[in-house]
């Protein structure tokens, strides 16, 4: 005869009881509440600072600003033909520009961050503004072509200083911690002014007989956003 095995007990009842300890675990636990649509937003795009004095007088000349940023680059060649110069020559002007555009903004990062410019970046920034729009003052003043060449150099040059130290004056106002959320803010706001910009602009130089006054209402559009950069400081 074999000898029997010993018959090993089932262990069901240790199962059972960790089964029932792992419900009243999960019972006691309490559910996480699920954030709001406005939360998941506010999460990616911080409204608050709509509070903050320096971001909002910042936003405000920046929205007056690009009303009339844009608008030279549109309309300098159809200046240039109008004072009778060929249509090649006139589209040069914007290639002129551009190059000089090209060189600008790094020469203008460079010096904006340099140690004596650095802590006063936001009256550079002004200072870019003010001088982009004497450029465009100067314009009707442009009767042939030689001197259209000296306006776009010039506009270059002041496109490029204010470009190089848009966002550069941004993070200083707001810190780097709330700097993302501010560029989304910011160039979501901006999208209206520079999409309504150029049309105003063509509606404008509609009623005139000389395109000139157009760039130079550009210069005062500028002088305003100038002041209020100003202020920010």
Not at 3 to 11: E, M, R, S
Not at 34 to 60: A, M, T
Not at 136 to 149: D, E, G, I, K, T
Not at 161 to 174: A, N, P, Y
Request: proline share 6%; charged share 20%; aromatic share 12%.
């Amino acid at each position: 005869m074999r000898p029997l095995k010993p018959l090993i007990p089932k262990q069901t009842t240790s199962k059972s009881k960790n089964k029932i300890a792992v419900r009243e675990e999960g019972s006691s636990l309490k559910k996480i509440p699920e954030k709001s649509s406005w939360e998941k937003v506010n999460k990616y795009l911080d409204f608050s600072l709509f509070k903050h004095r320096g971001f909002l007088i910042y936003l405000s000349g920046n929205v007056i600003m690009f009303l009339g940023f844009f608008a030279p680059i549109i309309f300098l060649a159809p200046y240039a033909k109008h004072q009778g110069i060929d249509e090649y020559s006139a589209a040069f002007l914007l290639s002129v520009m551009a190059f000089v555009d090209m060189f600008a903004r790094p020469s203008g990062g460079l010096i904006a961050n340099s140690k004596y410019i650095r802590p006063r970046i936001q009256y550079f920034f002004s200072l870019a503004i003010m001088f982009n729009g004497v450029c465009h003052l100067l314009c009707p003043l442009a009767q042939n072509y030689p001197s259209l060449v000296v306006y776009a150099v010039f506009f270059g040059l002041g496109f490029g200083s204010v470009s190089s130290v848009l966002f550069e004056t941004l993070m200083d106002l707001v810190g780097a911690p709330r700097f993302s959320s501010a560029v989304g803010l910011v160039t979501v706001v901006e999208c209206g002014p520079v999409l309504l910009g150029p049309p105003l602009a063509g509606k404008d130089i509609f009623h005139q007989r000389k395109k000139g006054s157009k760039i130079v209402r550009s210069k005062h559009i500028r002088d305003h956003s100038t002041k209020l950069q100003i202020c920010t400081h």
